[in-house]
């Protein structure tokens, strides 16, 4: 009984690792203004956000950052960005400043380094029951219809 409990927080201590070792996730950027208390400051930042729309993983960057000033520069930075350069740059602990110039470099120099790439296993795909998905009706079904 020890082995297995022991076998089970092994294995639950090395899934949650590996989840939380990705270093970088998509953040909407309007969450980024939760970061100020004074309601002015909140309500100007709000305003930045929207017109600027920064992109998803670069608010997750920039969110890190410490300094108000270095903050708005981040969320500043306009194009499309190499999601896994973004990482490197999340992954490294670096100071604000550090952050902002990796963040600049972090711009795609190519369309292809935009996209992550999808590694899809095919014998398992293939192995895998896949439901049907039927088009009968339109409108709100109940999951008891089983489409």
Same mark, same amino acid.
């Given at each position: 009984m020890k082995k297995q409990a022991r076998l089970l927080c092994v294995l639950t201590i090395g899934l949650f690792s590996t989840i939380t070792a990705k270093g970088l996730e998509a953040q909407n950027p309007a969450t980024l203004c939760d970061r100020f208390v004074v309601e002015q400051e909140k309500n100007q930042c709000d305003d930045k956000i929207k017109k600027l729309s920064p992109d998803w993983y670069l608010a997750e960057l920039c969110g890190k950052q410490e300094d108000t000033n270095l903050f708005y520069q981040c969320i500043e930075i306009k194009g499309k960005f190499s999601v896994s350069k973004l990482e490197d740059c999340s &992954?490294? $602990?670096?100071? +604000? /400043?550090? !952050?902002? &110039?990796? %963040? =600049?470099?972090?711009?795609? &120099? %190519?369309? @292809? $380094? #935009?996209? *992550? =790439? %999808?590694?899809?296993? !095919?014998?398992? $795909? /293939? =192995?895998? +029951?896949?439901? #049907? #998905?039927? &088009? *009968?009706? =339109?409108?709100?079904? !109940?999951? @008891? $219809? !089983?489409?």
């Open positions: &992954k490294n $602990e670096i100071t +604000d /400043k550090g !952050r902002l &110039k990796c %963040a =600049t470099e972090a711009l795609a &120099k %190519a369309p @292809s $380094e #935009v996209y *992550q =790439t %999808a590694k899809i296993n !095919r014998a398992e $795909e /293939k =192995t895998q +029951d896949t439901p #049907v #998905v039927k &088009k *009968q009706k =339109t409108g709100s079904t !109940r999951l @008891s $219809e !089983r489409y």
